[in-house]
């Protein structure tokens, strides 16, 4: 009877061993069995409520874009990992092939579709130059003479190019954004451009800070999935995310994160 019982453990035990042995060997391999397809996205977690890490309470990286991605990879039958990077080099991320696609609030520009593909808009949002409550800009022309910050690689480092035809600034860049909220708090930079949603979360916290929008156009600073040029995904997330936009769900995520503005 004990004899039986030990075998029959020891069985089981044996058994385990070689599940483990075989997954293991699959992943160095890199070979992905159906039922655990998993899609690198590549982000940047600088950009609440897009993506961030709430810091004190995980590691996770959360936020609209990540529940979107997992959604409509989810539908398709995948599993999202998610990689942080610095916005400016996401798009070479796509090209150098370590990762499927980027969810980081991207916006579809001419120059960027000479380098990859992307799906149709998904959230419009727009320009806002935000500066310290005190700081008496409340126009472009109050800009003159001002030093300005942007994030490295995003569109708003060509809107402050836009600007500093007419008005003179200077333009300072940096990697991540809450660089830009820090350097305008110490006072290194009079104001910095960041897309509205993202500003609005910020004065939440920021009781010094203010902010007006710049843009008229609603798609201008509007985000959309990147992905390598010709990738097999692009129709398909495309098609889960038209999906989502007519049944409803698309609004449920904006209205989770963004507080159903839109
Ligand atoms: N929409 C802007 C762009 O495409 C800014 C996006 C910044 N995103 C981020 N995760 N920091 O350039």
Redesign the pocket.
Known sequence: MKKAVILFMTMILLAGLLAGCGTSEEDKTGEKTDDNKVLVMA?????PP??YIETGKSDDIIGF?VDLAKAIAAKLGYEVQVKDMD?GG?VQSLKSGQADFVL????P?EK?KKNVDFSDIYYT?QHMIISKKDSGIETLEDLEGKTVGV?L?????GKAEEINEKVAIKVENRN??PELIQEMKAGRFDAAII?DT?AKGYFENEKDLKGFTISDDPEE???AIAFPKNSELTEQFNKELQAMKENGELQELVVKWFGGEE
């Open positions: 982000t940047s977690a600088d950009y897009f993506e874009d916005f996401l980081a609030g991207m916006t520009t960027r949002a994030q690689g995003s569109i708003q480092e991540r954004i897309e993202v600073a509007g985000s």
